[in-house]
């Protein structure tokens, strides 16, 4: 059985490494655990897993929302707010002349 996984830049790893045999009409509950890939930006994807075997093959769809740090988000107000001030005392010193 081969199972793919997109996007392929994450990585992804199953609790469960291999299943042997899966009778007919039953089902297998498999975890897997996606870890996206560095360069992946804030935002919700689609995620789908396929599984081929010589005799069947399958595919599930997920939704997956990756968040990143709001570390980022507050140096990005800081210097939004630095340059405000910067201008403002810019334009106080130099106004009308």
Not at 69 to 83: E, N, P, R, Y
Request: charged share 15%.
């Amino acid at each position: 059985m081969t199972i793919t996984v997109t996007p392929p830049n994450n990585n992804v790893s199953f609790d469960t490494p291999t299943i042997d045999v899966i009778e007919a009409g039953a089902t297998v509950e498999v975890t897997a655990h996606v870890t996206p890939s560095a360069q992946a930006l804030t935002g919700d994807y689609v995620m789908t897993i396929n599984a081929d075997s010589s005799e069947v093959s399958d595919s599930a769809e997920f939704r997956v929302a990756v968040e990143t740090s709001m570390v980022w988000g507050f140096v990005a107000v800081l210097v939004i707010g630095a340059l405000a001030a910067g201008i403002a005392w810019i334009f106080r010193k130099y106004g009308r002349r």
